[in-house]
């Protein structure tokens, strides 16, 4: 649906959720709370049972749920599964305003911003910045892109779900800052499970070894905020002073790093990935940089 086309949704503070993994369930169940009315639907029925039991409508068919809110928010595994639901329910489109907090990449989210609009349906992309139990509680934001008047219009509705952050009218943009937040969130977490494997081999339980683990993932932003300068400001000005840490220093660590999970039998993706980044940064003459440098292989230019 184009900004033009007469939008039914503030007519309705129904709402319909489509995908009830954890986190269409704790979508639900926060906006039943909220006293909206919600009418949920599933590909397996059987997990709306608790969500009916707390007061959802469960829809016979995509087409009745869509039908049903002039709000749908789809929380599924990827984009194809909204196509495979919605496919074939396309008549119910019209006015309907979709929002899609699946995880996919921004062309696809895109795509199916203008998907709807050929159905005369409005678009938001979405990207929960929260797991499923912290839906609904001053913790959560959630990252938003698409038409604006879409965004004020339903505003309401979804800050109940997280505080909302707003990023513009591409509907790739939140799903973007998705991805871009899941990668730090992904690789930190393969970091962990390395380290702990690490650990591990010398006998020390994961109990053990993940609190003092955990302690140095959270300092991280500690770390990178107490110098003289905050990296992203000398990252902007293309600037990589070493002048506390460098390139070589930190390189020789990365190898370190490989050659001790080598002697320990371990799977080596990941520290030789973190390894390519220094050995780069050196091969191209900037051992002396602050190990920010490696962002020009991770920018492709090697
Ligand atoms: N869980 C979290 O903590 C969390 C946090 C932030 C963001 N997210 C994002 O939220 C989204 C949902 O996450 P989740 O944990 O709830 O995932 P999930 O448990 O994998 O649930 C996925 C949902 O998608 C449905 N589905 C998948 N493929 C389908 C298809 N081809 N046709 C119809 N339905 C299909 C599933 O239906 P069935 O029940 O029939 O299998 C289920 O309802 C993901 O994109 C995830 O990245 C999750």
Do not use: C
């Not at 639907?41 to 009916?52: I, K, Q």
């Not at 829809?59 to 919605?86: E, H, K, N, Q, W």
């Not at 001790?260 to 990935?273: F, H, I, N």
Request: proline share 6%; net charge negative; hydrophobic share 45%.
């Amino acid at each position: 649906m184009n900004e033009q086309h007469p939008d039914h949704s503030a007519e309705f503070d129904a709402v319909t959720v489509i995908g009830l993994g954890p986190m269409g369930r704790a979508m639900a169940r926060t906006l039943l709370a909220a006293g909206r009315p919600v009418t949920v639907w599933n590909r397996t029925p059987s997990r709306a049972a608790e969500l009916v039991a707390e007061g959802a409508a469960l829809a016979a068919t995509p087409a009745a749920a869509v039908r049903a809110g002039g709000l749908v928010l789809l929380s599924l595994t990827d984009y194809p599964a909204m196509y495979d639901i919605l496919g074939p329910a396309t008549a119910a489109l019209a006015g309907r305003t979709l929002v899609n907090l699946s995880s996919d990449t921004p062309d696809r989210s895109r795509e199916a911003a203008a998907w709807a609009a050929g159905h005369d349906a409005g678009f938001l992309t979405g990207g929960v910045m929260v797991p499923a139990p912290m839906v609904g509680t001053p913790a959560a934001h959630v990252y938003y892109s698409g038409g604006r008047g879409l965004m004020d219009r339903h505003r309401d509705a979804l800050a109940l779900l997280g505080t909302p952050r707003y990023l513009g009218e591409d509907p790739g943009l939140a799903q973007l800052m998705y991805q871009a937040q899941l990668a730090v969130f992904l690789t930190t977490l393969s970091g962990l499970m390395h380290a702990t494997a690490m650990l591990g081999t010398a006998g020390l339980k994961a109990a053990e070894a993940l609190p003092e683990l955990l302690a140095s993932a959270d300092s991280i932003g500690a770390v990178l905020r107490a110098g003289e300068q905050h990296p992203g400001t000398a990252l902007d000005a293309g600037e990589h002073p070493g002048h506390l840490s460098t390139v070589t220093m930190m390189g020789a660590t990365a190898d370190h790093i490989v050659e001790t999970s080598t002697a320990l039998g371990l799977d080596l993706a990941l520290p030789r990935a973190v390894q390519s980044h220094y050995r780069h940064a050196i091969a191209n003459g900037h051992g002396t940089d602050n190990w920010t440098r490696i962002i020009d292989t991770i920018r492709g230019g090697r």
